[in-house]
């Protein structure tokens, strides 16, 4: 071995540090201000997101990951509540998705969502369209959707 290790590459970069703010989940309820994610900014991030996964593709395909690969994916969401979190993290691993709820690295109250997927398609209209769904089911439980990210090995 030569001491190197192979990077991760993230996509998303936080976008929580940039704004995207979200228990229940009737349409009403979705749009009132003690929401973490309002619906405005969900359809933002939705945009955002779906963009930032076909330039990480891009990215990947430069580093020999081609769409016929199939990788773990690692996630992120961000919410104000515990509860939201691990409600998520429910929902994540009914998915089959390895995933913890747990306070947040920022230090400023907000709660975090993370793990891995099992192996998924690397194919552009595959991760566009889990990328998504992700962005979706967060919302639904009041959690932003930070974005993805994998190994290159």
């Known amino acids: 071995m030569n001491g190197t290790r192979t990077p991760a590459l993230i996509m ?3 976008t929580f540090l940039f704004g995207c703010k979200n228990d229940s989940n009737t349409e009403e309820q979705m ?32 580093r ?6 199939m990788k773990k994916v690692e996630f992120f969401f ?30 400023d109250g907000t709660f975090i969502a993370t793990g891995w997927t099992q192996p998924v398609s690397m194919a ?3 991760m566009v369209e889990w990328t998504e ?3 979706t089911l967060g919302y639904q439980r009041d ?7 994998t190994n290159l090995d």
Do not use: I
């Not at 020999?64 to 690969?69: A, D, F, H, L, M």
């Not at 709820?101 to 920022?106: E, P, T, V, Y």
């Not at 959690?143 to 990210?149: A, E, I, S, Y």
């Open 31 to 62: 749009s009132t201000p003690d929401r973490f994610v309002q619906e405005e900014a969900f359809k933002q991030n939705l945009a955002l997101q779906s963009r930032t996964t076909h330039r990480t593709l891009d990215e990947l395909g430069k």
């Open 64 to 69: 020999g990951v081609g769409p016929e690969r």
């Open 124 to 126: 552009e209209d595959a």
């Open 78 to 107: 961000y919410s104000n509540k515990l509860t939201k979190v691990q409600e998520l993290v429910r929902d994540l691993k009914q998915l089959g998705y390895d995933a913890e709820a747990r306070a947040s690295a920022s230090g």
């Open 12 to 14: 998303g970069l936080f």
């Open 143 to 149: 959690c932003d959707f930070d974005g993805w990210g």
């Open 133 to 135: 769904r992700m962005c």
